[in-house]
């Protein structure tokens, strides 16, 4: 009747066996690999022949997922090949923590229970026969699993598979060479059929290694992800037979599930992933009572044995010097270690027993003892026992308990002192220790009772302390030679003669004995100097270089830093130095603040625009041309420029006036007819005549009425300055209607 296992296990068998050539013929091959933390970093190729040889069978870099797992990976050497070539790589370069072994036909021919390497490593082995040989299969075959789980003999144990004729057409073992307990898988494509099964022991106690004190073995025959033998019954005698049917796979259903075993909702036969995994495993000790309780802790899986980590410590970096340190279990020392140096050593323990380690000096290094120190730290990071530098007690044995992270370990109080008379091997917990009656002061040479093994005594004995303990230098030849001394302190100092004046040139601090003092001369005692001095044999840190330069201060190039004159002196030049300036001096060298700014314009007195303000003149002036400037008179002058109104010659257009021609150039007589029309065109009256005596400065009231309106505001010459209205001379009428009339009077 067949029983349901793990669709895993039919993927597996699919993937190997449909991956390969047909195995019969072929010497069915095992690489059992158990990772490091770093399992993707792990690949291997088996060759024939040589390391050049042609490829066998090979696992790629990432390959391996699992950190600390344990994989199987079975494939066939075809019967031609009589030499195998296994390399093993780090794709890093640091190697692996794990282990290694390769089997063929049940025996294992490459066994590295732990190897650590860096790119590379490889093992050439000779293949050996197979018995016996497997035939050639005939028709169609099915891939089927066999699992034998040994006890601790597993050179006993073989098992063969054969027709309903009794032929024999498969058979492996027995497994000589293979560790105990260590599974042996093989896949093998078996015809559709009939068939038996038969597992036999050589004893004749069959795989019951529990009778021995050790653990039962287990047998297993796998096709389809059907389990067709299911060999719980370990005690079977010679041999034991089941008789089983071969037929052809239907690929099972999907099961769905929590696919990862790191989660508690981990289900073993689920083959596509639900995302149910929800509560990751916290592997410890969930019983509160226990001595190793992990309040963490939510999964218990029981490992007999691990790998540890010990690390050597040494604070003076000179190693161990001859020291060991011996680790055993169950009164079997399988490490003995010599190195120091902070190096961490992998070791296999067996989980929970109980883990000891003395450590031995020898005469070379009993003044390093104190030095030295270790760690052991179990597979899940946790310190299980640190003894720090200094080992106080040398010879003294140091115990712990060893677990790979969920067996519980019972709380046992007791002595944890081996040194103790009452020490007590299995306690855990610690507990009142007694030692040894004798001598309990350092002070006294008899302090150590038992120097042979190393105790010290705690408990005082009368008139045990005899010698008083004198600690001093006991070498007649050493400086503090103490004749009392009767313990040397290691403090002994050499004579050594120098001058013992620190106030002296030649002080020699670590000298004890005196001898000639040579005084400090200070000063400099750089040749290059200024100041050097070469009687001085103390540099006085006051060097002055050499500077050079004009030392006159009355200069104008004066150096106040120069100690050494160059003959670059140059007098004061005063004047203005700003080129941009009427007064620039190019030969001054001082400024005295007389620079006078650029003025650009007319220089000329006479010229229309002259500008008095100009000190450059820019060739800009105009010359005065005075002349009628009104194109309506008879003596008109287009080129004039200044005005003289009085000059010009009109038409006699007024009815008004004196009646005589002078009026024509009175310039009073043209602006009262010009400003009021009245005295033109109508008749000249007292108000034309009051308005002629105001142009003329005559007359000392106000404008008449008539040009009230238009008031003369002021009368200047060209200059702008206020003036009386004379004759030959240019005037500026200016006007409150923002008029002005420019006139001359001849």
């Known amino acids: 009747m067949k029983k349901d296992k793990s669709t895993l296990i039919y993927i597996i068998l699919m993937i190997l066996v449909f991956g390969l050539s047909s195995a019969f013929g072929q010497k069915v091959t095992t690489v059992h690999l158990e990772t490091d933390s770093y399992p993707s970093e792990t690949y291997w190729i088996l060759m024939a022949d040589s390391l050049y040889g042609d490829t066998i069978a090979e696992v790629p870099a990432g390959h391996y997922t699992q950190p600390n797992f344990s994989y199987v990976d079975t494939c066939y ?108 898988t093989h896949v093998i494509c078996l015809p559709v059929g009939e068939f038996v099964f038969t597992i036999k022991d050589l004893y004749g106690d069959g795989m019951a290694g529990s009778l021995w004190g050790g653990q039962d073995g287990s047998y297993y025959v796998i096709q389809c992800g059907d389990t067709l033998v299911y060999g719980t019954d370990a005690n079977f005698g010679t041999d034991s037979n089941y008789v089983l049917l071969s037929d052809t796979c239907t690929p099972p259903p999907p099961v769905l599930g929590c696919t990862d075993d790191n989660y508690l909702e981990y289900d073993p036969i689920a083959t596509v992933d639900d995302s149910s995994c929800a509560t990751l495993k916290i592997i410890g000790c969930t019983d509160t009572t226990a001595f190793n309780y992990d309040s963490t802790a939510n999964y218990m899986d029981y490992v007999d044995s691990c790998w540890f980590e010990l690390k050597l410590h040494d604070l003076a970096g000179n190693g161990w010097v001859g020291s060991r340190l011996e680790v055993y279990q169950e009164d079997t020392i399988p490490y003995i270690l010599t190195a120091g140096f902070g190096v961490s050593i992998p070791i296999m323990l067996n989980a929970p027993d109980e883990v000891k380690f003395k450590f031995y000096i020898n005469q070379q290094a009993s003044m390093t003892a104190l030095e030295c120190g270790f760690t052991l730290i179990n597979p899940f990071g946790d310190t299980v026992i640190s003894v720090q530098p200094p080992f106080i007690q040398p010879f003294f044995v140091y115990t712990a308990q060893t677990y790979c992270g969920d067996e519980c370990i019972e709380k046992v109080y007791g002595c944890l002192d081996t040194l103790a008379w009452n020490y007590d091997s299995l306690a855990n917990v610690a507990d009142d220790c007694y030692y040894y009656p004798g001598c309990t002061s350092p002070a006294y040479l008899e302090y150590h009772v038992d120097t042979a093994n190393g105790y010290i005594s705690d408990v ?102 120069a100690n050494a004159d160059n003959g670059s002196c140059i007098p004061y030049i005063y004047g203005c130095t700003d080129p941009s300036m009427l007064n620039y001096n190019p030969q001054a060298n001082t400024e005295d603040f007389s620079c006078i700014a650029y003025v650009y314009g007319c220089m000329d007195s006479l010229a229309l625009n002259f500008d008095p303000l100009a000190n450059t003149d820019n060739g800009s002036c105009i010359e005065v041309v005075v002349g009628c400037m009104d194109p309506g008179a008879h003596n008109y002058e287009p080129i004039a420029n200044v005005s003289d109104s009085l000059s010009c010659l009109y038409a006699a257009n007024c009815i008004t006036g004196p009646g005589n021609p002078y009026w024509l150039n009175d310039e009073c007589y043209s602006w009262v007819v010009d400003v009021d029309e009245y005295c033109c065109e109508v008749e000249w009256d007292n108000i034309c005549q009051a308005t002629y005596d105001y142009c003329s400065g005559t007359w000392t009231g106000p404008l008449p009425r008539r040009v009230i309106d238009r008031k003369l505001i002021s009368v200047t010459d060209i200059l702008g300055r206020p003036s009386k209205v004379t004759k030959n001379k240019v005037l500026f009428f200016r006007y409150n209607d923002n008029t002005v009339e420019r006139k001359y009077f001849q």
């Open 460 to 561: 005082m004995v009368q008139d045990s302390c005899a010698t008083l303990a004198v600690f001093g230098c006991t070498d007649s030849t050493a400086f503090n030679y103490e004749a009392s001394a009767n313990v040397d302190n290691g403090g002994c100092i050499p004579i050594v003669t120098g001058c013992m004046d620190a106030f002296a040139f030649n002080y020699n601090p670590l000298a004890n004995t005196p001898d000639t003092c040579i005084p400090y001369i200070y000063g400099c005692l750089d040749p290059t100097a200024f100041n050097y001095c070469d009687t001085c044999n103390a540099d006085n840190g006051d060097c002055d270089p050499f500077v050079f330069g004009c030392m006159d201060s009355t200069m104008f190039n004066f150096n106040p830093l």
């Open 77 to 184: 050497i075809p019967d031609s090949v009589s030499t195998i070539v296994f390399l093993l790589r780090d794709t890093y370069g640091d190697g692996m923590d794990g282990s290694y072994y390769v089997a063929v036909c049940g025996d294992t021919i490459i066994n590295k229970p732990t190897i650590t390497f860096s790119t590379g490593i490889y093992q050439t082995r000779a293949v050996p026969p197979c018995f016996p040989n497997p035939p050639p299969p005939i028709g169609p075959c099915v891939p089927t699993l066999i699992q034998i789980n040994t006890d601790q003999y597993p050179e006993e144990t073989s098992w063969e598979i054969s027709d309903t004729l009794g032929n024999i057409i498969f058979a492996n073992g027995p497994y000589t060479n293979a560790p105990d307990y260590q599974p042996q």
